[in-house]
């Protein structure tokens, strides 16, 4: 869990410049995969704020460009909602 946790954070610093205190959404349903994705925003210092994938697609653009979020991370299964900056 660790070693995928590190290794998506890492992805994050080097491909999305994840600074300290960058907010990155995430639109996963629970699983294993939202749990990474949680350890890797906060390995990297960055700020998690979790999309409920059952939101309108509307909605979840607009908790987007409201948190100013630097980038989405996003579940095969939810990749059709959120096809721009997502990770």
Request: hydrophobic share 45%; proline share 6%; aromatic share 4%.
């Amino acid at each position: 869990l660790l070693h995928h946790a590190q290794h998506v954070a890492d992805h994050l610093i080097k491909n999305y410049a994840i600074k300290p205190g960058d907010i990155v959404t995430q639109c996963i349903n629970r699983s294993i995969e939202m749990v990474i994705g949680i350890f890797a925003i906060l390995i990297a210092d960055g700020i998690y704020s979790p999309l409920s994938p059952d939101q309108p697609v509307e909605r979840l653009q607009t908790l987007i460009d409201q948190t100013k979020s630097r980038c989405t991370l996003i579940h095969s299964a939810t990749a059709t909602l959120l096809p721009l900056n997502a990770v």
